[in-house]
């Protein structure tokens, strides 16, 4: 186990990179020991199965400072009556016969495939949300190519061409 059990040596905290299968066949030539028993002598040296847990935070020194230009941005935009909104990518979604949840009144259910395989979509849908909150109004915007910054463009000046321009109207340009 030495030349396959990584850690921190100045704790206990140790772990291994072969499966106990790998083990177990590396163990054959000296010795025979089934999966489960390499298993049962690991936990006996202290070894455990264990999941990694993100708590390292690495924060950088400039990144208050973008916050606090991007809120001073945002407060000047206000302050002139112009328009600030909040955009995001949603989860991508299958467009074709496939099992959504909830439930609707009818006689009788859909039938839909059984798997959600890609191959059997006619499609995929990108869903685009554009919120503002001064009107406290959500839009969204669904492409079918790719989920780029084309797309992202695409978006807002659907939002700005469709409502921007009538809920702002003293506002020039869309900056």
């Not at 909104?85 to 839909?112: S, Y």
């Amino acid at each position: 186990m030495e030349n396959d059990t990584v850690g921190d040596p100045c704790s206990m905290l140790k772990w291994k990179h072969k499966s106990l299968r790998a083990l177990s066949t590396a163990l054959s030539p000296t010795h025979h020991a089934s999966a489960p028993t390499v298993g049962r002598l690991l936990e006996q040296l202290d070894y455990s199965r264990k999941v990694n847990h993100k708590q390292i935070a690495i924060s950088s020194p400039h990144r208050d400072e973008q916050f606090q230009y991007l809120e001073g941005q945002k407060q000047a935009f206000l302050e002139r009556g112009w328009p600030v909104i909040h955009v995001d990518t949603k989860k991508r979604e299958l467009i074709g016969l496939f099992k959504n949840p909830g439930a609707v009144w009818c006689r009788d259910p859909h039938r839909v495939n059984v798997y959600d395989f890609r191959s059997l979509a006619e499609g995929v849908a990108i869903p685009y949300g554009i919120y503002d909150p001064v009107r406290n109004a959500g839009y969204v915007f669904v492409g079918t190519s790719a989920d780029t910054p084309d797309f992202a463009v695409d978006g807002i000046v659907w939002w700005w061409q469709t409502y921007g321009q009538v809920d702002y109207p003293g506002v020039p340009e869309l900056r």
